[in-house]
């Protein structure tokens, strides 16, 4: 089984190795974690990303082994965003000698690199973006600038305290007109001293849900006072300003500008079956030994995990994990697949891959987050200690639901790739990829299940044909109520709970179909694919029930604000910044942020002793 998990023979050697290399050395140790000060903390995670740098160069670590040795480490940092986004961001919209430059440094560590596109007012809206690059063709120059409190970037991972660059997001103006978001490259600190660089005012957000958790992560704010930077750090893969000034088109489609999200998504659907099977791996172990009540004639007492209702709320966890772990892997491949395609100029895929990534991230953290939380509950009270690894696995994971697009709009944007294939489909053309089965409309709406027994329902051509109905027929609902609205744009709007909904159903779908397939593998050891076709059962299964509310949320949203009103509690009990009974929400982040004590020096703690040695001795050796 841990073949089948892990994907291969060879896949599981090297993360036996990279586990046992992290659980091994004392500077990885996490177990007093949640007990250090913000402070301790973000210094910690300093020390174990130079130590894990060292420890990759000294044993000559593969890409594959160092991936996995920052995976064991378990604790997010700068590192994550200079190798998962800043460097994919430089590869996928950089032209080549900009990659060559670039990249050459990122990869030596000479310099840390973060990825700033949300603003404090936006970062589901992109093209909301308020910062500005304004060309100056008299020093060949971008202007970067700040112009209101919320076009100040936040949220970025290693903004805070620790990047010396971004690929930072902006309006692009030039001649006079606004085309619209472009990545920029920006030094954002000194190389030699760390400080922030003229005109540039930056610090760390504050702190974050749980003790530990995401807070070693110097999540940042900064705002851009008409800083300068060279005409040729705008990434130009996509498209280009000339030396007087003139905006010019590339051949490829202005959507790759939100290729590195694409990228990122696909890989969080790995990180979150496996934040889902940590979770039910401490509830199945502590199940078994966790005893409650025996029976009346005074037998042994019960182990937790035989209880039926123990069972029914966590083997669709157990199913979950095993089923996100496939679809991840599958995901993966037609990243790649679509990657290679791209680079022939063949962007016919693309549509397709993003609203996969998108629709199976929403799907997994969504279940993911929901799942550990119900894990602690079926771990009883000590499921609620810090110690259990629950409380720190739920906070680390509960972002993920909104990081690289909220869940909800995610689906969304996968809803409107499905309204659009319902519609090619009914002018005859024939769908491709995951809405292949969308093609076979005449069966699908009108079909009836042929289950009879409960044997039926584990028969897998039975179970995909009752979820490509459910999926389809949600779909040309949805379709057919948009048409009878005023317009397209108002009749997703008013429909947008339904289309999330049937997004929801049209994802689900893959994951079943994926799991079906994997099992149609030659899948080796003894009894594994027959437990895997349990599994397979229970994940569909657990799904089919569902219930709709949308018409009471509907008349209880006007009154939505004055019913918690009625709660009576004052902005001090309640303590949030964004639940502050005069709505002034933004000013009061503003202010909170600069309360945290990472914010007292501009150069943190740890900069000497670890991030400068680290900086310079890759330039040294970059010398030699
Ligand atoms: C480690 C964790 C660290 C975390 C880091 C972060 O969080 S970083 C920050 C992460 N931040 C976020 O994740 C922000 C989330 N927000 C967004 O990604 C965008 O603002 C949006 C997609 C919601 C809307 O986009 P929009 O205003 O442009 O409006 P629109 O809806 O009209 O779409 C226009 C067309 O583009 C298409 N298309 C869209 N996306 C993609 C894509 N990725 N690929 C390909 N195509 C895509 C779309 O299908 C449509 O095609 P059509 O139908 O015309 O043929
Ligand atoms: C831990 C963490 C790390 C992050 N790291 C980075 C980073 O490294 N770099 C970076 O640039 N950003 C980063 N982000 C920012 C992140 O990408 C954004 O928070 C995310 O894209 C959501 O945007 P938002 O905060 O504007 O949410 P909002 O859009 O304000 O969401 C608020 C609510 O409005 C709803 N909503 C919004 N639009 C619609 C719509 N059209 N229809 C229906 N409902 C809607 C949402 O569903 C949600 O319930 C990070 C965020 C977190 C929490």
């Known amino acids: 089984m841990k073949v089948a998990w892990a994907g291969s023979r060879h896949a599981v050697e090297v993360a036996d190795r990279m586990a046992c290399l992290v659980a091994s050395d004392p500077v990885f140790r996490k177990d007093t974690r949640t007990m250090l000060s913000r402070k301790e903390l973000f210094k910690d995670t300093l020390k174990k990303a130079a130590h894990a740098w060292k420890r990759t160069v000294e044993l000559h670590l593969t890409e594959e082994e160092a991936n996995l040795l920052r995976l064991y480490i378990d604790q997010p940092g700068y590192v994550d965003l200079h190798w998962v986004m800043f460097v994919p961001a430089i590869k996928g919209q950089g032209t080549e000698e900009q990659q060559k430059k670039w990249l050459t440094m990122a990869y030596k560590f000479q310099i840390i690199g973060t990825y700033a596109q949300t603003e404090l007012g936006h970062g589901s809206n992109v093209q909301g973006l308020e910062t500005t690059a304004t060309f100056d063709p008299s020093t060949d120059e971008f202007i970067m600038h700040s112009p209101t409190l919320t076009s100040s970037k936040w949220w970025p991972g290693g903004l805070g305290k620790t990047s010396t660059h971004a690929v930072v997001y ?65 990434l130009m893969r996509l498209a280009q300003v000339t030396r007087e000034g003139k905006y010019v088109h590339s051949d490829v489609p202005k959507q790759l500008l939100y290729g590195t999200m694409v990228y990122v998504r696909q890989t969080i659907v790995a990180d979150a079956s496996r934040a889902l099977s ?21 037998g042994p007492e019960t182990q937790v995990l035989n209880y039926k209702t123990q069972q029914s709320r966590l083997f669709p966890f157990l199913a979950s ?55 602690q509950k079926l771990c009883g009270g000590h499921g609620y200690l810090n110690s ?57 709406m009108q079909c009836k299940s042929v ?16 979820f490509e109905a459910r999926a389809l027929r949600m779909a040309v609902n949805c379709a057919q109520n948009i048409s009878k609205a005023p317009s397209q744009e108002e009749g997703f709007s008013e429909l947008s709970p339904d289309l999330v909904e049937a997004a929801v159903a049209h994802v689900q779908l893959i994951i079943v179909t994926k799991f079906i397939e994997k099992l149609q593998e030659d899948i080796l050891g003894h009894g594994v694919k027959e437990q895997l076709q349990k599994l397979c059962g229970i994940y569909a299964l657990h799904l089919i029930h569902n219930e709709r509310l949308g018409k009471l949320y509907a008349q209880v949203r006007p009154n939505a604000v004055a019913l918690v009103d009625a709660f009576d509690y004052t902005d001090h009990y309640l303590g949030s910044a964004l639940g502050r009974y005069d709505g002034d929400v933004y000013s009061a982040l503003y202010k909170e942020a600069w309360k ?13 002793e670890h991030l400068r040695p680290l900086l310079k001795q890759q330039l040294k050796l970059s010398r030699l």
Not at 356 to 372: F, N, P, R, Y
Not at 396 to 415: F, I
Request: with cysteine.
């Open 321 to 375: 994990a095993y089923a996100f772990r496939f679809v991840g892997q599958w995901l993966k491949w037609l990243y790649t697949d679509v990657t290679q395609k791209l680079e022939s100029k063949d962007f016919s895929t693309l549509p397709e891959a993003h609203a996969c990534t998108a629709g199976l991230k929403s799907v997994t953290t969504s279940a993911t987050a929901d799942a550990i939380e119900e894990c």
């Open 388 to 444: 259990s690894g629950l409380p720190e696995l739920f906070a680390v994971n509960l972002p993920a639901c909104t990081y690289e697009g909220d869940n909800v709009v995610l689906l969304l944007q996968v809803a409107r790739f499905l309204m659009k294939t319902v519609s090619q489909v009914a002018s005859g053309k024939q769908p491709v990829g995951t809405t292949a089965y969308m093609g076979n409309i005449q069966h699908l």
């Open 170 to 234: 902006a309006r692009l103006i030039t001649e006079g007109k606004d085309y619209g978001i472009h990545g920029f490259i920006m030094q954002l600190r000194s190389l030699d001293d760390h400080s922030p660089l003229p005109g540039i005012t930056i610090g760390d957000i504050g702190g974050k849900f749980g003790s530990g958790a995401y807070n070693s992560m110097d999540n940042g704010v900064m705002r851009l006072d008409h800083v300068r930077i060279p005409r040729d750090q705008m």
């Open 278 to 298: 940590r979770a039910v791996c401490i509830a199945v172990r502590y199940g078994a030994i966790r005893k409650q009540f025996g029976s009346k004639a005074g």
């Open 596 to 608: 945290d004590p990472l914010n007292e020096t501009v150069v943190p703690d740890g900069y000497q």
């Open 451 to 466: 289950v009879n027994t409960v044997e039926d329902w584990l028969n897998p051509a039975a179970i995909k044909e009752v």
